[in-house]
């Protein structure tokens, strides 16, 4: 449309053949929030993108199979390999969030009538046992007590009394209470079962080792906006061979044909179309995955360490208690009760209106009881421990909670000369 027309429109309707397009010009809305906050990222995720993510993500769109994009995507299926530790599965990232991982894994793997055991100790165990009742699985929840790992003498004494078990699924690290979950158990039995072993490591690849091959992990899916340093929007997964052959021979087709981790398997190994890429949000997840492996994957499990335990130092020193013991830990986040009497939404409010940190609230039965603060990728760095601490040094006596001036700073500090240089 001419710019002429154009006014002609606006003042008055167009008119084509006879149809009357007629349309109020109306002010443009003014935009309530034109630029978002700087905000530091310490919830659950997303965590802070890299700057230099962010800018890989503003290099013109090209074809999802330009033949130089073809390029782009065999790097990243590389780069995967390295960060999940496999030489054997195919490495790939899914258009979606942690959750389309979850999802592709469960509707992939799983036929109606297929017998899984989950083992389940917090929020994201629970999710992944509602989409695998949507799929018509034989389906075994086994729970154990959130805050501790999932016991593998309840998933030995399940596999005793079955037989014929495709699947036995479980989180590697459980956002929702802070544990990281011990593989090595839950795979051998796996194994000596002959079942899929599938693992949601959506918080711990890129901050925790995540070994695939090793681990004999059949199915293994991450996110991108946790602690390789992206925002959200893709899942990476490693698929091993034997669960490829599972997916391509399988009786039926799966009910979820965006998510049939077969055709996508083939659009990142043969560059066959299957549905529009995300050619932004991949080239984000190369320089995301370059960044990762530029630290080194050793350095960047030490960093995400120190700073856990230099925050950890600190909020025990302002009184706080841990919600999960010292074995139990995972460095990508931390949750802690909240003091009785306190005002959960008062102080996470305080947080982020003043200071610009975000944490994160309780899910499920935590909910209301604790506070989840996340360090992970681009925000697991000690400025942001020291800037939280002393956020909420001025913020806890406002709320109730009386502590010692300086105290989880100082604390911090102190931790950190016992464990190694500075992140
Ligand atoms: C362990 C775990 N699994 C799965 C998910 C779901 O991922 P997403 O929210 O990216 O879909 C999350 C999200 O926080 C998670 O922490």
């Known amino acids: 449309m001419t710019g002429a027309m154009l006014s002609a429109y606006n003042a008055r309707g167009l008119s084509t053949g006879g149809v009357s397009l007629r349309m109020q010009k109306k002010p443009l809305p003014e935009s309530r929030m034109p630029e978002l906050p700087p905000r530091i990222l310490l919830g659950p995720g997303p965590s802070n993108a890299e700057p230099r993510v962010l800018r890989a993500m503003m290099s013109p769109v090209i074809g999802y199979l330009d033949p130089d994009f073809m390029l782009v995507l065999d790097e990243v299926s590389e780069l995967l390999k390295v960060v999940f530790q496999t030489d054997e599965s195919i490495t790939m990232a899914l258009s979606g969030t942690g959750s389309a991982g979850m999802e592709a894994g469960i509707n992939s793997l799983l036929e109606p009538g297929d017998t899984a055991i989950l083992c389940v100790c917090g929020f994201f165990g629970e999710r992944m046992a509602d ?235 935590f909910s209301g009881k604790v506070w989840r603060v996340g360090l992970m990728g681009a925000s697991s760095r000690l400025e942001n421990v020291m800037a939280l601490l002393a956020a909420l040094e001025e913020i806890l006596p406002e709320a109730g909670f009386e502590v010692g001036a300086g105290a989880g700073v100082a604390a911090a500090s102190k931790a950190l000369t016992t464990s190694g240089p500075t992140a």
């Open 131 to 365: 989409m695998a009742a949507r799929v018509g699985a034989d389906l075994v929840v086994l729970r154990s007590d959130w805050g501790t790992p999932f016991p593998a003498e309840m998933l030995e004494a399940e596999l005793k009394r079955r037989s014929g078990v495709k699947l036995v699924a479980t989180v590697h690290a459980e956002t929702s209470t802070g544990v990281l979950q011990p593989l090595g158990d839950i795979s051998r039995l796996a194994r000596e079962y002959d079942a899929l072993f599938m693992v949601d490591a959506v918080t711990s690849l890129g901050g925790t080792a995540v070994t695939v091959d090793d681990l004999g992990i059949d199915y293994c899916y991450s996110a991108t906006q946790k602690c390789i340093g992206c925002p959200p929007g893709l899942s990476p997964a490693a698929l091993s061979l034997r669960s490829h052959e599972t997916v391509r021979g399988r009786k039926h087709k799966p009910a979820s044909w965006y998510l049939d981790l077969a055709l996508i398997a083939n659009y990142w190994g043969e560059h066959v179309y299957h549905h529009t890429a995300p050619v932004s949000m991949i080239l984000g997840l190369r320089e995301g995955l370059r960044m990762v492996l530029e630290e080194g994957l050793e350095a960047r499990y030490a960093r995400h360490a120190r700073t856990a335990a230099a925050l950890r130092a600190g909020l025990e020193a302002l009184g706080l208690d841990l919600v999960v013991a010292d074995a139990h830990r995972l460095d990508q986040i931390t949750p802690v009760w909240i003091p009785d009497g306190v005002d959960d939404q008062q102080v996470r409010e305080a947080l982020l209106r003043r200071h610009n940190i975000e944490i994160g609230r309780g899910l499920g039965q």
